[in-house]
């Protein structure tokens, strides 16, 4: 295989680990999102309570496969999801990448794992 194939394969790949997050989300696939994640997952996002303090909170694998199997996600659906997956940087094993959809925009970090590739970080926001 060629760099260029590897790096066209790897960018395919990570792309449906994003897919299988954000479409196992909304479908209520927990499956998907058990796929798409490292059981180590740290998905992050900036929180401000009504007296304007700033947290970090922090949800695992684990919360967001329950939460995919209780349909939460589907709870959440906006119809036209509007999901653009962009690849930024893909090296020796590592890559970065954003999801954004109609509701969110993920930051995601992924590894490559004997599993394929995990989605390990995601930073995120709403975007409505």
Request: net charge negative; aromatic share 4%; hydrophobic share 45%.
């Given at each position: ?10 960018t395919?790949e ?9 479409e196992g989300?909304f479908d ?19 929180d401000?309570d ?8 922090t ?6 496969i ?5 349909g ?7 119809g ?10 893909v ?8 999801c954004?959809?109609?509701?969110y925009?993920?930051h995601?970090?992924?590894?490559k794992?004997?599993d ?5 970080n995601i930073l ?5």
């Open positions: 295989m060629t760099m260029n194939s590897a790096h066209t394969t790897a395919e990570i792309t449906a680990a994003a897919r299988d997050d954000v989300w209520g696939d927990a499956e998907r999102m058990r796929r798409a994640l490292h059981p180590d997952l740290a998905k992050r996002s900036l401000v009504d007296a304007g303090q700033e947290r970090i909170e949800l695992t694998a684990e919360q967001m329950r939460w995919t199997r209780e939460v996600g589907q709870q959440r659906d906006p036209d999801r509007q999901i653009e997956i962009t690849v930024h940087q090296d020796d094993g590592l890559a970065t990448a954003t954004l959809c109609a509701l925009v993920d995601l970090q992924l590894a794992t004997a394929g590739w995990k989605i390990v995120w926001a709403w975007l409505v």
